[in-house]
């Protein structure tokens, strides 16, 4: 008879238990949920739809610029549909709160391509998307995008009002760690950004129309090292995934961020560039955005990536309401341990959750959202 070894069992709670009395549990539940119902990703047809149609058509791109879209199909009532940041693509950006979201139903991931960006075709993509969801499902979806994938959402809203188009049938939108625009990174007038990442894309954003190949690979470099981000993070990992779940998405983060080509690079950068800032959304025809419920969340140390100017986090913060007549604009603290970083979902999933949780039920029971 085999000896059952609980040994390697205790270390890893006791490295959990180092972090989060709950976390041993939380961690227990989400990988014995993966095991019993683990997650079947179906791809969607990227070319299908009536809005994406229209776009080839008037040759407002080609159809290998379009994004994958992938539907993790789920028995819940409310879907979502996940925008990712420049980097990494949708699934590893919400890896520890996509449990939580497929518990409330479908959620559809759409992943930019590698080797190319377009603005165009993706806000028609996410027209036919929204459109395919209410029709089929069994409530209009919420919409989760972070950082680089908060102002793409941006976009796409200011788009459909400019086109004088009623706002899409949303039911919630997130926007976590929002980059609005270019402006958000490096400021008006900021001849040396003072952020990281500032550093490395100002070059390209110099020179948007050409393939620099050094400053790419310098950005390369600074998003892997803002995911490793040295050895307190590495540890804070350890704490967080299992060891299989943490080779997975380290996997996962590290393909995408290796696999963007020169030439997709500096198309997100081109369509970041070509982002409006909301400063600029001020009028009668844009406004409101979407009367959607709306999430906006910013973390208590964004200056890795957002200037301490970012004019699109002032103009988000001072006129919410504007924007987003049910909307609310807040900042995710943690208060017992290291501060909450940009887009921190992984690292920060237990200081997010609740507060995604407490949104998705003010869905569910039709409840105005409230700042606390």
């Given amino acids: 008879m085999l000896e059952l070894n609980l040994t390697p069992a205790r270390s890893l709670f006791a490295a959990f238990g180092r972090f989060s009395p709950a976390q041993p549990l939380r961690t227990l539940l989400r990988t014995t949920g993966k095991r019993l119902n683990p997650a079947r990703l179906e791809t969607l047809s990227s070319a299908a739809g009536p809005a994406v149609r229209a776009a ?12 994958c879209i992938r539907r993790e199909k789920r028995g819940g009532t409310q879907p979502t549909i996940v925008l990712g940041g420049y980097v990494p693509d949708a699934g590893e950006q919400v890896y520890l709160v996509r449990g939580y979201l497929a518990r409330q139903g479908s959620v559809y991931y759409v992943d930019y391509p590698r080797a190319a960006f377009n603005a165009e075709l993706l806000a028609a993509q996410l027209d036919d ?11 209009p979806p919420v919409i989760l995008a972070v950082s680089f994938g ?10 459909n009002r400019l086109a004088g188009r009623p706002a899409p ?11 609005c625009s270019a402006l958000d990174i490096v400021a008006p007038g900021e001849t040396k950004p003072t952020t990281l990442l500032g550093r490395a894309l100002k070059p390209m954003l110099d020179a948007p129309e050409t393939e620099n190949a050094a400053a790419v690979e310098k950005a390369r470099a600074i998003f892997a090292r803002m995911f490793e981000a040295g050895a ?9 995934l299992t060891r299989h779940e943490l080779h997975e998405l380290r996997s996962g983060v590290q393909a995408t961020i290796a696999g963007v080509t020169h030439a ?3 198309a997100r950068v081109r369509a970041m560039q070509a982002m409006a800032c909301p400063s600029t959304y001020l009028t009668p025809e844009l406004l409101p955005l979407s009367s959607a419920p709306t999430l906006i969340l910013y973390a208590e140390k964004e200056g890795a990536v957002l200037s301490d100017r970012a004019p699109g986090r002032q103009a988000l913060e001072k006129a919410c309401a504007s924007f987003f007549p049910r909307g609310i604009c807040r900042v995710i603290h943690n208060p017992h341990g290291p501060p909450i970083q940009h887009a921190s979902l992984i690292f920060h999933a237990s200081n997010f959750l609740p507060v995604l949780g407490r949104f998705y039920r003010s869905l569910k029971n039709r409840k105005t959202l409230v700042s606390t």
């Fill in 150 to 159: 908060a102002g793409v959402a941006l976009d796409w809203l200011r788009r």
């Fill in 169 to 179: 049938h949303l039911g919630g939108l997130i926007l976590i760690s929002p980059v």
């Fill in 129 to 139: 998307l929204v459109a395919e969801i209410n029709a089929r499902e069994p409530a």
């Fill in 56 to 67: 080839l058509a008037q040759g407002q791109g080609a159809p290998d610029m379009l994004a």
């Fill in 232 to 240: 307190q993070n590495k540890a804070a990992l350890a704490t967080l």
């Fill in 264 to 266: 997709g690079a500096m």
